[in-house]
């Protein structure tokens, strides 16, 4: 049986590209904002989280530079790119039908 915190193939890059979206930050503040807002539902490891972002990177979604933290450290800021935007529409849109779907069998209307 899967844990609640297992991700459904792929859910991972449109999670980022979302919070990407919404606000550049570093790695660690973005597993700590996935982290927040899903309530402790989703946490990230970095074993999954940096390869994700080196493969959206490499893909052209997401683009990174060298900045100062509020800690004053030196980190890796990603922000999402034109074609990173488009690849969210895609991939939320891919996500709406299938969550629809998954409720469709896991609470059919009778």
């Known amino acids: 049986m899967s844990k609640p915190s297992d991700l459904v193939q792929g ?3 449109l999670l980022i590209l979302k919070s990407l979206a919404l606000q550049p930050t570093h790695g660690w503040a973005l597993s700590q904002r996935l982290r927040q807002i899903s309530g402790d539902v989703l946490q ?3 074993g999954s989280l940096y ?11 997401i683009e990174s530079d060298w900045q100062m933290t509020e800690n004053n450290r030196r980190a890796k ?4 790119t034109p074609p990173g ?3 969210l529409d895609r991939e ?19």
Do not use: C, H, M
């Open 44 to 46: 990230v490891s970095d």
């Open 77 to 80: 800021f990603y922000s999402l």
């Open 51 to 61: 390869p994700s972002l080196a493969k959206l990177e490499q893909d052209g979604w």
């Open 85 to 87: 935007r488009e690849a």
């Open 11 to 13: 859910t991972l890059a």
């Open 92 to 110: 939320t849109k891919n996500w709406e039908r299938l969550s629809s779907a998954i409720t469709n069998i896991v609470r059919p209307e009778v």
